[in-house]
Structures are given as C-alpha cells and as structure tokens.
C-alpha cells in the first residue's frame, strides 16, 4: 500500500532521508500477529504453562508482570527446541509496513 501521493512528494522534496519514523510494536496489529500480552499467553499456553504458574509473567489485569524482554526470556529458556518462528507465518505485513517499505525504497527513511 503506497503512502498518499501528496505527503510522499513533499517527502522526496525534502530529500534523502529526511525523515524519521517512530513507532510501537502495535504497529504491527493489524497484520494478524498478536501483540505482547496475547502472543506471551499463546506461548504459555503451548507451551503447556500452567495457569497459576503465568500468573508470574502476566497480572491479573492483563499487564506484564515483568518488561517484555524478561518474559521472552522465560519463555525462550523453557522452550527447548520449540518452533517459535512459525507462529509469524501466520501474519501478513499490516499497511504500515508497507508504507515504511515503500519510504525505504525511495530512500526516504534510510534504517528501521
């Protein structure tokens, strides 16, 4: 999905990167992938996980008990082998990773 045509000219007037783009992991919400607490109680869960016990990474009120970092880390230790990889192919690229796709092309934005 190409970004508007209007704002993307007046970006190339501007030059080589020239802009920078900030943003979350929820950038990536609507391309079917789940965000941090529902992807960390999707690895608990196949990973066999008890209940009682992922109450020491996820809060009762659905919040991480710990930063996002730390959980994978627990989770990564205890999945001895696991594909972890393949829960991504079940996602596709949202419309914002096509427009930071098509910035980088045209060398707008240079790194991600």
Known sequence: MPTSGLV??????HGRG???VLCGAGISAPSGLP?????LEYLLEQFG?????????IRA????ALPFESCMDVVLDNAKN????SLFL?????PGHHVLADLMQREIVLDV
Not at 49 to 57: H, Q, R, T, V
Not at 82 to 85: G, H, T
């Open 18 to 20: 020239s802009l920078a």
């Open 49 to 57: 996980i008890e209940a009682g016990d992922s109450k020491a990474l």
């Open 82 to 85: 696991r594909d972890l990889l």
């Open 35 to 39: 965000l941090a607490t529902s992807l």
């Open 8 to 13: 993307l000219d007046q970006l190339i007037a």
């Open 90 to 94: 079940l996602g596709q690229p949202a």
């Open 61 to 64: 009120d659905g919040t991480l």
